[in-house]
């Protein structure tokens, strides 16, 4: 009110400067919950070009908060009303969670009430995270979790009503405020037709909004017994996992009459017949009366209807959202990477296979992208991001690649080498007669020998081409077509062999 009346503005009127001005009085509240002394509030530029500053102190902040305090110690009041077996003393330990248990308005309110001062010893903004995360996992059907005993309870009264064929009618409370849930109740009536159940808040009074109706479900099926008397109907009432009501069942249970054999007792050691008697005449079947259970249909109809489609619609557009919103933040990453990593590396590992000049220039573009990306380009579009990753990889992809051609060639030299050094001694065996190479054809031992001379004069001529290049110009030779040669080399010796 004080920016309102002193500064002319009201932040309420936009976005941005609300969003500012909330993030700064949290930053308030938290600083007075460890200082007693006036906590400054400081906003630049908040709207229309005006600085806002103020200062708040706790006493201040406890009495605009007053009434938020007495619900909270009401709520807690409620907590030990009519019908609870435990009292505040019986409670060994509090444990409070969440940003606003710092406040020590809080903690005083805790400590009054039940005697003993609440712990923190959880941390207090990811623990309603966390156990929000948890109840999300155990109800989705796409997680699986590990089983975890949660008793809920569920805070109205709930009371059903009937009409229809039968008797009068009536109705009756299923739940209690602080029934445990889920939990599921049977309620019989006798009923010779098509009749509805309601359901409806107990206690209007207590329900934070208007609409005391849940909604109304109706029983098709049930119709009178053989002799046009009512039958007896049960209806299963559940309150689920997510603290909805329903009825989830009705069946309906006729008498009927069955024809069951009686069951001829066994014979027990000690008690058998004496041998010779007579055996047991068979008993006549005995007509009993038995209530088949008959599932009935139940129609149900709330008060408020969602358009699923539509809400799944729009999930799958949040969705869409994310998924964009991540790979212009993973694109600008790769951006923002590239341009720190090869600036340090121009500098350092890269240097020889740059010239100066273009490293300076190499070097300019970088610091200007970095510039771009703090300044205009800090929520660009992704492909601009993308656009300008590949204008840098133009200059400095071709860098990179001398600097790995470089670290690969030589060994790759040495290994050709290697392999050549092992063919000539296996023809030099030959030439002396050994026993490991006899069996080949003198014309196919000189065909090798003349190919492995024409891989050493074109791996030589190759060598000293690379070695007389500048490591800033492109290679001459790449290991991939040293490696290929080599390979091909074998694969001709091989097959001689």
Known sequence: MSINNVKRIDAATS???????????????????????????????????????????????EELAAPI???????????????????????????????SSRIPMIRQIVKE???????TT??????????????????????????????????????????GPGDNGGENDVFAPRDEVPFSKLVSLL????????????????????????GSWKVVGARPGADG?????????????????????????????????????MEVDGAAAAEGANPPEPQEPVKKTKLVPVELKVIESIPVSFDVQKYQQIEIQMQVTDEKEKAKADAKNSLEEYVYEMRDKVSDQYAEFITPAAAETFRSDLSATEDWL????????KNVYEKRLSELKIVGAPIVERYREFETRKPAFDSFDQSI?????????????????????????????????????????????????????????????????????????????
């Open 229 to 265: 008397a009512n039958q007896k109907v049960k209806v299963k009432v559940r309150v689920n996992p997510d603290g909805v009501f329903t009825i989830a069942s009705a069946t309906m249970y006729e008498p009927k009459i069955v024809e069951e054999v009686p069951e001829v007792p």
């Open 191 to 214: 009923r010779s037709g098509e009749f509805q159940v309601d359901a409806n808040y107990g206690q209007p009074n207590a329900v934070p909004h208007n609409q005391v109706r849940i």
């Open 69 to 99: 305090f007495a619900r909270i110690r009401q709520c807690l009041i409620n907590l030990f009303a009519d019908g609870v077996a435990i009292k505040p003393e019986d409670v060994d330990e509090i444990e409070i969670v969440g940003g």
């Open 15 to 61: 976005p941005r400067p609300w969003l500012r001005l909330l993030d700064e009085c949290e930053r308030v509240k938290k600083q007075m919950s460890a200082n007693q002394t006036p906590i400054p509030l400081n906003i630049e530029c908040f709207m229309d070009d005006k600085d806002v500053t103020g200062k708040m102190q706790r006493h201040e902040f």
């Open 421 to 497: 050094l092992r063919v000539r001694r296996a023809y030099d065996d030959y030439v002396a007669g050994g026993p490991t190479h006899a069996h080949l054809d003198s014309k196919d031992m000189e065909k090798v020998i003349n190919a492995i001379e024409e891989k050493k004069k074109w791996l030589d001529e190759q060598r000293h081409k690379q070695e007389t290049r500048s490591k800033t110009e492109p290679p001459v030779v790449f290991t991939v077509e040293i490696l290929d040669a080599m390979r091909e080399k074998t694969h001709r010796v091989e097959t001689r062999q």
């Open 122 to 163: 959880m941390n207090q903004d990811e623990a309603v995270a966390r156990g929000a995360a948890m109840q999300c996992a155990i109800l989705s059907p796409t997680f699986r979790v590990r089983e975890f005993a949660i008793k809920d309870s569920q805070p109205y009264r709930i009371r059903l009503s009937w009409n």
């Open 113 to 119: 009430l039940f005697g003993k001062d609440p712990k």
């Open 374 to 381: 703090y300044d205009e380009g800090e929520d660009a579009e």
